[in-house]
């Protein structure tokens, strides 16, 4: 059959196959996408950045009536590929709004493809082009993949070729052993399998009952295959694909797409407000985030909760018109005069928020889910237990071996050429399993993440007093109880935890280390009990696989599951290091003095040796330090506020200069000297003060929240923190020039007031808060309480998402212990300036 009359075939089989179809022409005009009402197909905006590999944000996308449901139209090397499969290099992008053609040129090492893309009335004419056929390598491998979120299509149906399914809830297709395992599929041992398809056909229609969710795809020839990724890994996706043919050129294969699009759709509104209230004397904006082609004039009420449980209006000034930020259109409703105690909601065309108080306590103890359970359930090296739930138990007790030459890891890990320490490669490094933090969603103990916290836990501690007791912790028994009172605030807890990890690293290599990190994907990709991980006994290589014995050395196995520990030396991580523990003697002197002061000689001892070498510059990813000048301003600071040593202010004035250069990364640190240097120092400070105090005005004109909003592929709550308590510390140190309005700002943004959803981005904080996150618990689809998650993932070209029904997103969903102590900084800061309004 000639081509064209395949094509018509397909079309006519298309719009045959799902009558409820409607057919709204996609216009490729104000955009950089096709796009009809409801309906948004993304081609190549998004690529694949690379750092954590597959993010589910490349290729073909579709955003259907506002969600994006599908994602990675490309050709991939896997039915379902995981998140480390190969994937191929983005070459370029071409884009003709008159021809209605949007094309990529992708590249694989062996073989180079165009992904073509054209409108043909309401569908989507998906191609893949060869100049060359296919090598024969890549014959049988080689398949146009198209990915969409199951999220999406639980309870929903599907068709191939008439013969109708349901999606499944939970995996369970037939699997085929395949000859040799493949790694990147997150199992470590034991076979490889690949899943079998769960329908076939020429024509597959998704969710064909549902108006919102109502895809088909048609081949030109062929058949298509859907496949659900979720029998190799939780976070698989079902995947519609089809093999490249071999010996082969031109446009070897052809999809038609058709999304459901509803004339006249508009997304419905979304009200951005603080979650968990307002105090009567501060601000209060509510911005409500509408459709861009939403032109109505509504306006939004405030209403009031009265004693006969209803709600009634009450008088507010008009909202006004923001503007537009990314795809939307914003009105903002100020009701900072209304300061009458209550419980309240906003409403608008229908839409109603869940109800949040005006009351002057608030913020008073908002950050304590943070400290009294995400903190402790993020704590290594101890079992964690929560009344009738055991979070999990004393993991990795067999920590950890000492990592391999020249080897480039997973998560941003390397090691170097040399050791750097006493120990060969694979050999044991005893005195590691104690203390520190399971960094983020995983289980590596990241260095630069342990000092961190500790030095934002001990300026907390410091300013504002924090001495809540509501975490029992026995580092002898290897054991905490949440909600157990022990007599110690829990926060001095947290800082001795993480500072004796530090200790532990130099008393095993004598400097810091990058972090210890699971030794293979296999353990990277574990869900649950982070003491399930490995079996705790010590890899004896002289032992069979799967041998334990138990002898005056302890229990020794020989499973090499311990986890390894990169110790390439940089002196970024010994700065970082030195400060926190410099700052942990602070805490701890009046308690424990020879423990406190084992930190502070050891974070001397640290500056005097690497002030007697050249420094070691060894970096890689986000695993070996800040910038050195930074690292080493801050040791600096740190040493002199708890040693007045003129050494230390010497060597402060010396660097201020270039931290005035990245003043906004250093300014606490910076404002954090000033009591401990001659006046002159603040005098030369302040015009970096005034500009900072500028540029957080005119986040007021950049977007209608007012605060930072990055753009890289891992969301900016930590950027969003960091401001607020950059003006908490300015407006300290410089009353006059900088205000403490940035602060409530950051604190309204995380907890509800942001673009995409009206969530607060603090787990269990706040009426309506993230209840599905990147958590150890994640393919539950859980949360862990008091955790910070990054927030709002910008997609290009103007998508902002963060996804409430699926938690394996990473770069919007998943938790980082830093945020965590950001966040108990900044809540307290809120509360003072509340308590001081007041």
């Known amino acids: 059959m000639p081509l064209h009359r395949k094509a018509v075939v397909a079309a006519a089989l298309l719009s045959m196959a799902v009558p409820g179809f409607a057919q709204t022409t996609l216009r490729l005009d104000r955009s950089d996408y096709f796009e009809a009402p409801g309906v948004n197909w993304l081609v190549f905006s998004n690529v694949n950045e690379g750092l954590f590999a597959d993010a589910k944000i490349s290729g073909v996308e579709l955003i259907q009536q506002g969600v994006r449901t599908a994602t990675n ?19 370029s992008r071409r884009v003709d709004k008159a021809a209605g053609v949007i094309e990529a040129v992708m590249k694989y090492p062996d073989f180079t493809y165009t992904v073509r893309a054209e409108r043909r009335g309401a569908s989507i004419v998906l191609s893949v082009l060869l100049d060359k056929p296919l090598p024969a390598s890549q014959v049988g491998k080689a398949g146009l993949n198209l990915e969409f979120v199951p999220s999406a299509y639980f309870r929903h149906s599907y068709s191939a070729d008439g013969r109708s399914g349901l999606f499944p809830r939970y995996p369970a297709d037939a699997m085929t052993l395949t000859p040799e395992r493949n790694p990147a599929s997150g199992r470590s041992d034991g076979p490889g399998a690949e899943p079998v398809p769960f329908a076939t056909g020429r024509m597959l229609n998704l ?259 924090i001495d809540r007791d509501t975490v029992s912790v026995d580092w002898t028994a290897r054991r905490v109880e949440i909600h157990v009172p022990d007599g110690t605030p829990d926060i001095l807890q947290q800082i001795r935890h993480g500072s004796m990890q530090l200790l532990a690293q130099y008393a095993a290599t004598g400097h810091a280390i990058h972090g210890i990190v699971e030794p293979d994907v296999g353990q990277y990709t574990h869900l649950g009990d982070a003491a399930s991980k490995t079996d705790g006994l010590i890899y004896d290589p002289r032992l069979k696989p799967f041998e334990r014995r138990y002898d005056g050395q302890g229990g020794r196995s020989g499973i090499p599951d311990d986890r390894w520990a990169f110790t390439s030396k940089a002196s970024a991580l010994d700065y970082g290091s030195a400060a926190a523990l410099a700052a942990t003697y602070r805490a701890w002197k009046d308690r424990d003095p020879a ?26 990813g986000n695993t070996t330090g800040g910038p050195l000048e930074v690292e080493e301003f801050t040791a600096a600071v740190e040493l002199l506020v708890s040693t007045r040593d003129r050494r230390y202010a010497d060597r402060v004035q010396a660097l201020t200069p270039a931290m005035l250069r990245s003043f906004a990364a250093t300014a606490t640190t910076v404002a954090k000297a000033m009591p401990y240097m001659p006046a002159s120092y603040r005098t030369g400070i302040e015009p970096a003060a005034r500009e900072w105090a500028i540029k957080a005005q005119a986040f007021l004109k950049d977007n209608p929240f007012g605060v930072p909003i990055t753009t890289g592929g891992w969301a900016g709550s930590g950027a969003v923190l960091n401001f607020g308590l950059t003006a908490f510390a300015l407006h300290q140190a410089f009353p006059g020039i900088v205000d403490a309005a940035p602060v409530t700002r950051a604190l309204d943004f995380l907890h509800g007031h942001h673009p995409a959803s009206d969530r607060s981005f603090v787990s269990g904080v706040g009426a309506v808060s993230k209840e599905v996150a990147y958590g150890s618990n994640r393919a539950d689809f859980s949360f862990i309480p008091g955790g910070v998650v990054p927030g709002v993932l910008l997609l290009k070209p103007d998508y902002p998402e963060n996804r409430d029904d699926w938690p394996f997103f990473w770069g919007e969903n998943e938790y980082v212990v830093p945020e965590g102590a950001m966040y108990i900084a900044l809540a307290s800061a809120g509360a003072r300036l509340a308590g001081a309004a007041k």
């Open 595 to 620: 423990f406190a002061r084992r930190c502070l000689d050891l974070a001397q001892k640290i500056w005097t040796d690497e002030h007697g070498h050249a420094p070691d510059l060894f970096r890689h």
């Open 73 to 91: 139209g490309d050709v991939r090397l896997a039915a379902t590929p995981g998140q480390w499969d190969p994937a191929a290099a983005f070459v």
């Open 207 to 465: 969710a064909p009952e549902d108006p919102a969710r109502r895809v088909s795809i048609a081949t030109r020839e062929g058949a298509l295959s859907l496949f659900d990724g979720r029998n190799q890994a939780q976070n698989g996706w079902f995947v519609v694909r089809q093999l490249l043919p071999g010996g082969r050129t031109g446009r070897v294969v052809e999809w038609t797409l058709d999304a459901n699009s509803v004339p006249g759709w508009l997304r419905p509104p979304v009200i951005g407000h603080s979650q968990i209230g307002y105090t009567p004397a501060g601000p209060k904006i509510a911005s409500i985030e509408l459709d861009r082609d939403d032109r109505r004039t509504l306006q939004p009420r405030l209403l009031r909760l009265d004693g006969a449980g209803r709600f009634v209006p009450v008088g507010t000034a008009p909202a006004r018109a923001w503007g537009k930020y990314l795809r939307y259109r914003y009105l903002q409703l100020d009701f900072s005069k209304v300061t009458t105690p209550g419980t309240y909601a906003i409403e608008y065309d229908g839409t109603r928020t869940a109800p949040f108080p005006i009351d002057s306590a608030v913020l008073r103890n908002v950050w304590n889910l943070t400290s009294d359970v995400y903190l402790p359930i993020a704590m290594d090296h101890v079992a964690v237990n929560e009344a009738y739930r055991v979070w999990h138990g004393d993991p990795h007790r067999d920590d950890a071996r000492q990592a391999p030459l020249d080897h480039e890891h997973i998560d941003l890990y390397r090691q170097g050429p040399t050791t750097d320490t006493r120990f060969k490669p694979g050999e044991t490094i005893p005195g590691l399993a104690v203390g520190g933090w399971l960094d983020a969603g995983d289980f590596d103990v990241r260095t630069q993440t342990q000092y961190q916290v500790v030095r934002q836990l001990v300026d907390a501690w410091e300013t504002f007093g």
